[in-house]
């Protein structure tokens, strides 16, 4: 396995985040842009209210990895690029910490899709199948290669990415989305944990 | 130079230590995979197992939304929970 060390070294900085301190910088950044976002629109519908507490979410999760992965660029990028979440996302990220982030998510969303370019004209350039590969083999790399593509749908900047790199950043992405998952369910359920306690 | 070694193959596709990798992480990250043994699984169910899992988390933190718009709109309202949160969101 030549490539391990490789990765490994890559991956240390992700293995090395402390869950709990990941989950408060998360709330932190969360209630900021969540209070950013509710300060001036007092009577928003619920849907709204909804988007604004979920894009505030990913944008705090993808801000507490501060640019240093592939997905954490692609969700902020996203949020500026379509019309109507860009003018909340701006809102979210203020301050002088996220116009660093910002910058550099564009400087590095411009290389990416010149990067896709490259790789559609490349790809269209196919080598012929040796005939000795056994059918069922070939059904199993079809099957990864299916899921593979899904996996790059699901995952955000997924399609920009090859395999190695895919992986590495699906491992991040799932450690953050569940922080993300299991603080946004705490505060969901405080309050009537708070009650009952009180009550009994 | 995986990259390299990658792109010289011509295919993209994950290799069998890759996977071996994937595994051995995600063993610890998705529920429904850590109780199988590691030598069983082939690459295609981890795959399957993890975009099951991402597109639940996904849907869980829709359904957190929704539930905590909901909350946030009885903000107005005297109850204690709409206290709470009130302290808990605003300044």
């Known amino acids: 396995m030549i490539f391990s060390p490789l990765i490994r070294r890559r991956r240390t900085s992700s293995r090395m985040l402390n869950s709990s301190s990941l989950k408060q910088e998360f709330l ?21 209210r909804k988007k604004a507490i979920k894009l505030s979410a990913d944008l705090a999760m993808a ?11 692609a969700v902020i990028a996203n949020a500026s690029r379509e019309s109507d979440k860009r003018i909340l996302a701006e809102r979210i990220l203020q301050g002088p910490e996220s116009e660093i982030l910002l910058k550099k998510v564009s400087a590095m969303s411009v290389r990416m899709r010149s990067k896709k370019i490259v790789k559609r004209s490349c790809r269209s350039v196919r080598r012929s199948v040796p005939q000795k590969s056994l059918a069922a083999n070939s059904i199993a790399k079809r099957l990864v290669q299916k899921r593979t593509h899904v996996l790059k749908s699901l995952v955000p900047g997924g399609e920009f990415m090859d395999e190695i790199c895919l992986i590495e950043e699906t491992l991040d992405y799932i450690a953050y989305l569940r922080a993300q998952v299991d603080v946004m369910r705490c505060i969901a359920t405080a309050p009537e944990l708070i009650i009952k306690r009180n009550s009994e | 130079m995986s990259s390299r070694r990658s792109r010289q193959s011509g295919a993209s596709r994950i290799t069998d230590d890759q996977i071996i990798e994937l595994v051995s992480k995600l063993r610890q990250l998705v529920p429904e995979i850590r109780n199988r043994r590691s030598d069983k699984v082939p690459a295609s169910k981890v795959l399957q197992e993890t975009c099951n899992y991402i597109r639940s988390l996904h849907r869980e933190v829709d359904d957190l939304s ?3 718009s909901q909350l946030l709109a009885t903000i107005d309202a005297d109850s204690a929970e709409a206290s709470i949160i009130r302290s808990l969101i605003t300044q």
């Open chain 1, 63 to 73: 801000s507490a990895r501060n640019g240093r992965t592939s997905w954490s660029r």
């Open chain 1, 28 to 48: 932190k950044k969360w209630i900021m842009g969540l209070q950013r976002c509710t300060s001036s629109n007092k009577n928003m519908s619920i849907l709204e």
């Open chain 2, 66 to 68: 929704e539930r905590l």
